[in-house]
């Protein structure tokens, strides 16, 4: 299979852009839709549609739905509810704004400019707090059965799920934390990256190692590091050929299933989550037809 955003499955560039957009009261977004389009090659422009705008479109998306605020613990998550996400992906920051301000033109009849989150890469593809961020993400033919939708029919075969979720580093409490509590809390070894063996329960792998999981529930990371004056972060993103797998994770990170919360909570909380459905491509641009576009 090959008519999935190739933006997806490649590595993360060097920079990027993530553009967020809700739907303009009584708009109708089919035009506008329609000069993303013109612009969204899947690469250098990864788009994804949430929920507010599929229905609007009058379709229906079998999966796709609101990122939610509970998954069973007390903790409440934000959920923001994006219409629109276009992940610009480059090595030039120039490029990428003029990129971006294109797609903005192109779409400002029915949208409006949420959010922009600047990301790059971080020491060779580390987190802010050094640790080394997709090591266990799946390769080859494992990340593409993970990441993208098989034997749904044409216009949805390739389409892809993606959970992404902004996290706003507390970088004073992480500093105030041993190293060695550190290294429990992501459950590797910053300086080497070795997984801990006797790693606590609340620590980040542990609460999400994937095979760990009945079914086993991959997921394909593609997270950037973003700043913003002086706050920083990650910008947390996921795809999957559904929303199980990450949710299945989140559970119990939040402390569903045990009561044990995953340890990243002491010094990072997310300030954002969206689902958005990334719709596969067809002779070289995206491939709408299951909206009927
Ligand atoms: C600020 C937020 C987060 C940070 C800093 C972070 C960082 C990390 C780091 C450093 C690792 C170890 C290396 C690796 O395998 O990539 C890791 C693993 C992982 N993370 Fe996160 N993560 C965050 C949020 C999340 C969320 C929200 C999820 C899913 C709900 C998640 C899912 C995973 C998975 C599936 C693994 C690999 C586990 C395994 O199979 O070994 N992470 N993360």
């Given at each position: 299979?090959?008519?999935?955003?190739?933006?997806?499955?490649?590595?993360?560039?060097?920079?990027?852009?993530?553009?967020?957009?809700?739907?303009?009261?009584?708009?109708?977004?089919?035009?506008?839709?329609?000069?993303?389009?013109?612009?969204?090659?899947?690469?250098?422009?990864?788009?994804?549609?949430?929920?507010?705008?599929?229905?609007?479109?009058?379709?229906?998306?079998?999966?796709?739905?609101?990122?939610?605020?509970?998954?069973?613990?007390?903790?409440?998550?934000?959920?923001?509810?994006?219409?629109?996400?276009?992940?610009?992906?480059?090595?030039?920051?120039?490029?990428?704004?003029?990129?971006?301000?294109?797609i903005i033109a192109a779409v400002s009849s029915a949208?409006?400019?949420?959010?922009?989150?600047?990301?790059?890469?971080?020491?060779?593809?580390?987190?802010?707090?050094?640790?080394?961020?997709?090591?266990?993400?799946?390769?080859?033919?494992?990340?593409?059965?993970?990441?993208?939708?098989?034997?749904?029919?044409?216009?949805?075969?390739?389409?892809?799920?993606?959970?992404?979720?902004?996290?706003?580093?507390?970088?004073?409490?992480?500093?105030?934390?041993?190293?060695?509590?550190?290294?429990?809390a992501v459950g590797r070894r910053r300086s080497d990256?070795?997984?801990?063996?006797?790693?606590?329960?609340?620590?980040?792998?542990?609460?999400?190692?994937?095979?760990?999981?009945?079914?086993?529930?991959?997921?394909?990371?593609?997270?950037?590091?973003?700043?913003?004056?002086?706050?920083?972060?990650?910008?947390?993103?996921?795809?999957?050929?559904?929303?199980?797998?990450?949710?299945a994770q989140l559970k119990r990170m939040v402390g569903?299933?045990?009561?044990?919360?995953?340890?990243?909570?002491?010094?990072?909380?997310?300030?954002?989550?969206?689902?958005?459905?990334?719709?596969?491509?067809?002779?070289?641009?995206?491939?709408?037809?299951?909206?009927?576009?």
């Amino acid at each position: 299979m090959s008519n999935y955003q190739p933006g997806i499955l490649a590595p993360c560039p060097k920079l990027a852009r993530y553009l967020s957009f809700s739907l303009e009261a009584g708009s109708k977004p089919g035009r506008a839709i329609r000069a993303l389009v013109e612009l969204a090659d899947g690469d250098s422009v990864v788009v994804g549609l949430g929920q507010p705008l599929v229905r609007n479109l009058g379709g229906e998306i079998a999966g796709l739905r609101v990122f939610p605020t509970q998954f069973g613990s007390g903790l409440i998550l934000p959920s923001s509810a994006a219409a629109l996400w276009c992940w610009l992906r480059g090595d030039d920051r120039g490029k990428l704004l003029h990129a971006g301000r294109k797609i903005i033109a192109a779409v400002s009849s029915a949208f409006a400019l949420d959010s922009v989150i600047d990301g790059f890469q971080y020491d060779g593809g580390r987190d802010l707090t050094g640790f080394v961020d997709g090591t266990e993400n799946p390769k080859g033919r494992k990340a593409s059965a993970a990441a993208f939708v098989h034997g749904a029919g044409a216009g949805l075969d390739g389409s892809s799920f993606a959970a992404v979720q902004q996290w706003i580093h507390d970088f004073q409490r992480f500093e105030a934390m041993s190293a060695k509590d550190q290294d429990n809390a992501v459950g590797r070894r910053r300086s080497d990256n070795k997984e801990l063996t006797g790693a606590p329960r609340s620590s980040h792998v542990k609460r999400t190692a994937q095979e760990s999981f009945s079914p086993e529930a991959f997921i394909l990371r593609r997270s950037m590091p973003w700043t913003d004056g002086d706050a920083g972060g990650l910008n947390f993103v996921a795809f999957g050929k559904s929303f199980d797998a990450f949710e299945a994770q989140l559970k119990r990170m939040v402390g569903a299933e045990d009561g044990i919360t995953d340890a990243l909570f002491k010094f990072t909380r997310p300030v954002t989550g969206n689902y958005f459905w990334c719709p596969p491509m067809a002779k070289g641009g995206l491939d709408l037809r299951a909206l009927g576009l």
